[in-house]
């Protein structure tokens, strides 16, 4: 097992965040993703102000001491650019990651990978440290511009794939010997030419010839395995949410196994991770399509409790009452809070537009129901 500390700077947006790591969680595997509370701060006097009027993202190449020439005009149409950004030095970047790792006491075994929306002095899309250390870094900003699609695909594919690298290659002249210079749709093309980057997206591949290396360097396969299956369902959700859009329509839904699963299958198996608690109360709402009042779940109880009872892992039957009670008492905040991090939840995975379909939407004092037709759910062992 690898422990990947997932962590941000003080200026990427919490929400992008949480969106990135749940999206990384919902696949199994030795890479095990974790973050800390406390996110990182990057001294002021080490950030260098760069205008955004002076980026040109079309002509950006990845080269030592990049230089940014003028936006052109066509740039306004792909999203609203803040009035600036900042560029740090990779020195200070992996400096800071070394001193977070210390503070938090984390094991120098563990990876450390920071998500950052400031630029780095050669314009890299993610880096490991040059001393060896396990810390690396994703940069977050621009994805909208080179690759069109929600930004948590571009950044969850980079911080897999810098995993992998620094499991196979000991250090950058290692590392420069095997990267793709031309393009070919692998892991390990360079992509000179930011742009081209896409073309890593959409194929989801790594070249014969790298897994060739990566064989002989005895990488460990179930992480190779599992970066595989993060990277292919990357490329599948960011396909079928392109073609969503030109026929907006649920998705089939599975409840699987004795865990009672939640699994988009169109999606690449996608997860979506609730509590027992958020799970029964959600399956509650799946089971009965005509709605239910927030007053009423009282009404409801005996059937609450039986599907808890299968999903607690704890052994205090008392527990189990209480938190039911809880739960169906109409003058407690608990059924409220579990409806709020259902919609979260189902947010940050399938997108606002598609998750509308799956939690349980209604005023109040009015009936709450799941809207999507039931002949998308399947029960399933």
């Known amino acids: 097992m690898y422990t990947i500390w997932l962590i941000r700077s003080q200026e990427y947006p919490a929400e992008k965040f949480w969106e990135v790591l749940e999206l990384l969680k919902t696949f199994q595997g030795p890479l095990q993703f974790r973050t800390q509370e406390k996110h990182l701060e990057i001294p002021q006097d080490r950030l260098e102000e760069v205008p955004f009027e002076t980026i040109d993202l079309d002509s950006q190449k990845?080269?030592?001491?990049?230089?940014y020439e003028r936006i052109s005009n066509s740039m306004v149409q792909y999203f609203e650019p803040p009035p600036s950004y900042h560029k740090v030095s990779w020195d200070t970047i992996f400096d800071q990651c070394q001193e977070y790792r210390t503070n938090q006491?984390?094991?120098?075994n563990d990876f450390i990978v920071l998500l950052t929306e400031h630029s780095n002095e050669y314009g890299w899309f993610t880096a490991g440290d040059p001393k060896g250390n396990r810390n690396l870094f994703v940069h977050t900003a621009f994805w909208e511009h080179y690759t069109g699609s929600d930004h948590r695909y571009p950044v969850a594919y980079h911080v897999a794939s810098a995993i992998l690298k620094r499991l196979t290659f000991t250090n950058y002249s290692d590392l420069n010997a095997f990267l793709?210079?031309?393009a070919r749709g692998c892991m390990n093309d360079f992509c000179a030419e930011k742009k081209k980057v896409s073309l890593k997206l959409r194929t989801a591949d790594i070249c014969p010839a790298c897994m060739d290396l990566m064989d002989r360097r005895n990488v460990d396969r179930?992480?190779?395995?599992q970066v595989l299956s993060i990277i292919e369902g990357i490329r599948d959700q960011m396909l079928f949410k392109s073609r969503w859009k030109l026929d907006p329509k649920p998705l089939k839904l599975?409840?699987?196994?004795?865990s009672k699963r939640i699994i988009f299958p169109e999606l690449g198996n996608l997860e979506v991770k609730f509590t027992p608690l958020e799970k029964t109360l959600f399956l509650l709402y799946l089971k009965h399509p005509e709605g239910i009042r927030l007053v009423e779940l009282s009404d409801f109880k005996p059937e609450l409790k039986e599907i808890y009872a299968s999903l607690y892992n704890g052994s205090d039957p008392a527990m189990v009452e209480a938190n039911i009670a809880s739960l169906s008492n109409p003058l407690s905040n608990s059924a409220s809070e579990k409806f709020s991090r259902i919609k979260s939840k189902l947010t940050h995975a399938l997108g606002a537009d598609l998750a509308q379909f799956y939690y349980p939407k209604g005023e109040i004092a009015e009936l709450r129901k799941i809207e999507v037709g039931r002949e998308w759910v399947e029960y399933c062992s």
């Open 62 to 67: 990845l080269e030592p001491m990049v230089v």
């Open 105 to 108: 006491r984390i094991s120098e």
């Open 222 to 225: 179930a992480v190779i395995r």
């Open 254 to 258: 599975q409840v699987k196994g004795e």
């Open 180 to 182: 793709h210079k031309e």
